[in-house]
């Protein structure tokens, strides 16, 4: 079992890499919008951003994702020796153990 260490940090560059994919879609999509549509290279290269940022976009809520529920599980850090537990349980039984409490 794994000590789970949240960062702020890199929570917020995953959120950064959503929006700029989202930025990426829109622009490219509004590039492709602006040129009409009309099978040209200008065409081409604008949906080829709106297809780089929805991936960009996706991979960003996949490192969400996993980051959320990684940091949703509770976190016990023993008061005497700074140890960190999973679950309460194993919190008592450490402290129990080690400290004779
Ligand atoms: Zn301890």
């Known amino acids: ?3 789970v260490n ?3 940090f890199d929570r917020k560059m995953k959120m950064y890499i959503v929006i700029l994919g989202v930025i990426l879609l829109i ?6 919008a ?4 009309v099978p040209r290279t200008r065409v081409y290269g604008a949906i080829g951003v709106a297809v ?3 991936v960009v976009a996706a991979l960003g809520a996949m490192m969400k994702t996993t980051s959320a529920g990684a940091t949703t599980k509770g976190q016990f ?3 005497k020796c700074g ?8 919190l008592n039984q450490h ?3 080690k400290h004779g409490m």
């Open 77 to 79: 850090t023993c008061a």
């Open 83 to 90: 140890a960190k537990f999973g679950s309460e349980v194993a």
């Open 52 to 54: 780089v940022g929805i």
């Open 1 to 3: 079992m794994g000590i």
């Open 27 to 32: 622009a490219g999509i509004g590039g492709a």
């Open 6 to 8: 949240p960062n702020p």
């Open 34 to 37: 602006y040129y009409g549509f």
């Open 95 to 97: 402290t129990k153990d």
